[in-house]
């Protein structure tokens, strides 16, 4: 059974399309990568999803709802950007997020930042931009979310932190939920698909597994990547 | 979760206001202090009017800096990045900003109290010098203050009811005031989310405009309301049949001419209270409509 459900998505920033008419079940259980190029579209889908951004036409179903407080209770989201307050202390905004998400395991992200070295008095103003994106990880990953979202999280970080990030994110997961991992950086996150799904100008290209892709096309979803989205 | 929301925006406010209180506070308790020991009339007025500027200053301040900390506050937490955890939590969008608009009316309701103590805590160390000030060698303050609470005792004969009245209306439009601001300045944000650059600009931008308009509006009708209220009442002639010198000597022209201000200042308050209550309340709906269905963080 699919848990997110795009019906005839579209969103148009003064008339020009960002998502043209998306039709796409996405299942429950799996690793899915939202592949394309920049301006294809990937984080205004996910932005749809989450409720950041309204439908000029169409629908998002998560679990069966239109975003609101009911979807967002169940969705995990990591932006590209940093959204936390900058005056917060690590600890405040890791009661923040208990206070708000009921599936937050509070132990479980004191754990992951002790591992990480990361004293939770400090202020966020005071960590770098690095640290300040894994304690944005950490808090998204202790969610138990049937749904995570995350825009562009090996985006801009050398190939050790996006192997720390990748591990965290399938470390981390809780077993049934869904994870959509929106990168152009196809090589680094090809190993732990299930599915692959292609956007280009706003339209899926493509939507498979990622061993139906190899199989079909007797290429890694790196290699057709780059050759269907070859300038 | 409403709740909840509201601690979190509380907390924000609660980092530096409660100091800036205790400064206002502070030096309203210097300024009493000045008036209680100095025993020279013409320093003390003088001192005394010194005080009186620096007071509009301070009060002004804390009332301008708490509404720059809750304008920060609405348009980081909902319309910059920090919007986007903001508006991924489980609660309702409308909650979001009806908690950013409660927690501001506190704080100016907070800020208004503090500026009371500011201004009662002189004030009544005057009125307790009076007496001193009679007795000491310099009478001449000391019968001006004392002279001018006779006045103002007579004037108020006959109009207790309009003093309620006026007082009620009062509390009424700090508690509009207290609203006005935090609804007005969500509603600037909201409609000026979509824009790409310079957001923050352009919704500081529209609520100093539209303030400034508002506060000319509302000039211009209390100057009409003032004219129209002096020949309503007295027809071709207007004030000139009562003086403020002749009223010195009259106890029931002055009470006359203190039931008119009561009058006039009723009616101001009421169009005031009215003006702004239409634009908080439009400012509301709009903005919740606006975060609820036409959200777009770009």
Redesign the interface.
């Known amino acids: 059974m699919a848990i997110i459900e795009y019906r005839n998505l579209t969103k148009v920033y003064k008339n020009v399309p960002a998502l043209n008419g998306v039709n796409l079940d996405i299942p429950a259980g799996r690793i899915v990568g939202l592949l394309g190029p920049n301006g294809s579209g990937k984080t205004t889908l996910i932005k749809l999803s989450v409720g950041l951004l309204t439908p000029t036409a169409g629908t998002v179903m998560i679990d069966g709802n239109v975003p609101g407080p009911q979807t967002k209770a169940v969705t995990a989201y990591l932006p590209e950007k940093s959204y936390m307050s900058e005056w917060m202390s690590v600890e405040s905004i890791v009661s923040y997020f208990a206070d708000f998400y009921r599936d937050f395991d509070k132990n479980k992200a004191y754990e992951m930042l002790s591992r990480l070295g990361i004293d939770p008095k400090r202020t966020l103003k005071t960590l770098s931009k690095g640290t300040k994106e894994k304690v944005q990880l950490v808090l998204v990953m202790s969610r138990a979310a049937k749904v995570y979202f995350l825009d562009e999280p090996i985006a801009g970080v050398d190939p050790a932190a996006r192997d720390y990030i990748l591990n965290t994110i399938i470390r981390n997961y809780s077993e049934n939920a869904s994870v959509i991992i929106s990168t152009h950086l196809i090589y680094d996150v090809e190993n732990v698909l299930d599915d692959a799904i292609f956007i280009r100008n706003g339209q899926i290209v493509l939507a498979d597994s990622a061993d139906n892709i190899r199989e079909n096309s007797g290429k890694t979803v790196d290699m057709l990547f780059r050759e269907v989205f070859r300038c | ?1 409403l709740g ?1 929301l509201m ?2 925006d509380m907390k ?1 406010m609660a ?1 530096i206001l409660p100091w800036l209180y205790l400064g206002g506070i502070g030096f309203s308790a210097l300024v009493t202090t000045f008036i209680l020991v100095i025993n020279n009339g013409t320093v003390l007025f003088l001192g005394a009017y010194a005080a009186y500027f620096l007071f509009l200053i301070a009060v002004e301040g804390i009332a301008v800096c708490s509404s720059i900390f809750m304008m920060v506050r609405i348009y ?2 909902m319309f910059s ?5 903001t ?7 409308g909650d979001v900003l009806n908690s950013k608009i409660l927690t501001g009316a506190i704080w100016t309701f907070f800020s208004g109290i503090v500026a009371l103590i500011m201004i009662a805590l002189p004030i009544g160390a005057a009125i307790y010098k009076v007496p001193k000030l009679l007795e000491a060698d310099d009478v001449s303050i000391g019968m001006m203050i004392e002279s001018l609470i006779q006045e103002f005792s007579v004037g108020l004969a006959g109009n207790e009811v309009k003093l309620i009245i006026f007082l009620v209306l009062t509390v009424v439009l700090i508690v509009i005031s207290a609203f006005f601001a935090p609804a007005f300045y969500s509603f600037c944000c909201a409609i000026t989310h979509k824009i790409k650059r310079a957001r923050a600009f352009a919704s500081v931008a529209i609520f100093i405009g539209v303030s400034y308009a508002l506060g000319l509006i509302i000039s211009i009708s209390t100057v009409f309301i003032e004219i129209f209220s002096e020949y309503y009442m007295y027809g071709d002639e207007g004030f000139s049949a009562i003086t403020p010198t002749a009223m010195i000597y009259d106890a029931s022209e002055m009470s006359a001419y203190f039931g008119l201000r009561l009058n006039i200042m009723i009616i101001d308050l009421l169009v005031i209270g009215a003006i702004m209550a239409v634009i908080t309340v439009v400012s509301w709906i709009v903005s919740n409509r606006i975060v609820n ?5 770009l």
């Open positions: 979760m909840k601690k979190y924000y980092r980081r937490n990045d920090e919007g986007y955890l508006f991924t939590l489980p609660v309702k969008n269905k036409k959200l777009n963080l």
